[in-house]
């Protein structure tokens, strides 16, 4: 009797009491009387209010991304060091063009504003909304995204992807942005798998639905029909007119494999877009681009971890330039530079796991040579290194390099004194 008159249930992504959403729960169907595993929405889940950043495992569902492992855990330590506050602050100009249900003024009148009173405009330019409400959007417009490639408008799917990557060139968001870089990557991946599956697909069957030939995972340029490699060329064509750079970046990061199609040795696109993320001015952004391209080029069926070197020498580099100024600088301007390094540092962990991962002592001698820590065998520890480079770099060294080169490390640790890391 019980049975025959219940409704289904459904759970609830967000507590109704709760400042914050909780993680997503998987839905059921209906939910028999005396199940315990049914979730009662009026059970509170938060009674510290406290809030929590959303599960990068549950945030795509369209397609299948078949991420890393270490990309994974590596998203959730994102959100996990840098929580989100309750609000965020954002530009007026990228308030209103996101959100214009909540503002009422153009971005050409706020142009306009900032040149007739920069005065007022410096006070007024900021405007605060909930996180709930930015992820929301980011939500939203994933799903606009995933509804136009299903109606088979890709060019409103590209479009609507330029829109989301855009977000990234604005750091001013601090301790939002690893979590905007979450969400946001989160579309590039389902964009990417999007358009790999479309060539993957015009590779293998005619437009009739016959099929032409089951591709290897490692098939060869050769072996894909022309028709193919002509909407391979054109996403790449379409992509390489974006104006900004850090769009560009990502957009073609998204579809890296896809050089597959078109070449017999896709890696060698990775050195071309090495050169291009040093164009890209925010230290904070252009550390997060290279991180993401670190995890698109693990997609690649071949690649050598050159370029991975070349990124922590970069780093390095902008982080020297970072860390250089004054001890006496004014507070808030050394509390800013002390949160770009804290903002930059999972990129360099990400990025040294990936490039000591599998190594032999050989290769690791070879490394720590192109790294400039070590000229010969001899010579390990006698430069100095950034802080919170050396501490990631000697979290991944091999025990045999720790044991036989101890003392050496100690005397670069000796010599590394900058702020970015605790010496001790």
């Keep these: 009797m019980r049975e025959s008159h219940a409704l289904p249930r459904l759970r609830a992504d967000a507590h109704p009491l709760s400042a914050a959403p909780s993680p997503p729960l998987p839905q059921g169907d209906v939910v028999e009387s005396g199940n315990s595993d049914f979730f009662d929405p009026l059970r509170g889940t938060d009674n510290e209010a406290k809030v929590e950043s959303p599960d990068p495992d549950n945030l795509s569902n369209a397609v299948d991304h ?10 959730r330590l994102l959100m996990q060091r840098f929580p ?48 709930q409400e930015y992820v929301s959007r980011l939500h939203e417009l994933k799903d606009e995204i995933n509804r136009s490639w299903l109606a088979e408008d890709r ?21 939002f942005y690893p979590t905007l870089f979450v969400l946001v990557t ?14 993957k697909r015009k590779a293998e069957f005619t437009e009739d639905g016959a099929l032409l030939c089951n591709l290897a ?67 904070v952004a252009s550390a997060y681009c290279r991180f993401y391209m670190a995890h698109c080029a693990q997609k690649l069926i071949s690649h050598d971890i050159g370029y991975l070197i070349t ?23 050394k509390h800013n530079k002390r949160l770009q390094v804290s903002l930059m540092e999972p990129t360099i962990e ?5 490039i000591f991962n599998g190594l032999s002592q050989g290769q690791v001698s070879e490394v720590l040579a192109e790294l400039g820590l070590m000229k010969n065998q001899q010579d390990f520890g006698s430069v100095s290194c950034v802080s919170v480079v050396l501490h990631h770099l000697l979290n991944e060294l091999p025990i045999e390099i720790v044991s036989s080169n101890a003392l050496q490390m100690l005397h670069l640790i000796e010599f590394s004194k900058d702020y970015s890391f605790d010496q001790v």
């Design 155 to 175: 060019v409103t799917s590209l479009k609507l992807s330029i829109k989301a990557v855009k977000l990234l060139m604005d750091t001013s968001v601090s301790e």
């Design 311 to 333: 990124f922590m020498n970069d780093i390095r580099v902008i982080l020297m330039k970072i860390l250089s100024a004054n001890e006496s600088t004014h507070g808030n301007v």
């Design 186 to 199: 989160d579309i590039m991946d389902m964009l990417g798998e999007l358009v790999w599956q479309r060539i």
């Design 350 to 354: 990400y990025i040294m796991k990936y």
């Design 66 to 75: 078949h991420p890393t492992k270490e990309w994974t855990s590596f998203r």
């Design 217 to 283: 995972e490692n098939f060869k340029a050769s072996d894909i029909c022309s028709d193919a490699k002509e909407t391979c060329n054109n996403w790449f064509n379409k992509i390489g007119v974006v104006q900004e750079l850090l769009s560009r970046i990502y957009l073609e990061l998204a579809i890296l494999p896809c050089w597959q199609f078109l070449l017999d040795q896709p890696e060698d696109s990775l050195w071309r877009l090495v050169m291009m993320i040093r164009g890209l001015g925010d230290p």
């Design 84 to 131: 989100v506050t309750k609000m965020v602050s954002m530009s007026s100009v990228s308030f209103s063009k996101w959100f214009p249900f909540l503002h009422e003024k153009s971005s050409t009148i706020m142009h306009l504003e900032e040149l007739d009173d920069p005065q007022k405009f410096a006070d007024e330019g900021v405007k605060v909304i909930t996180w």
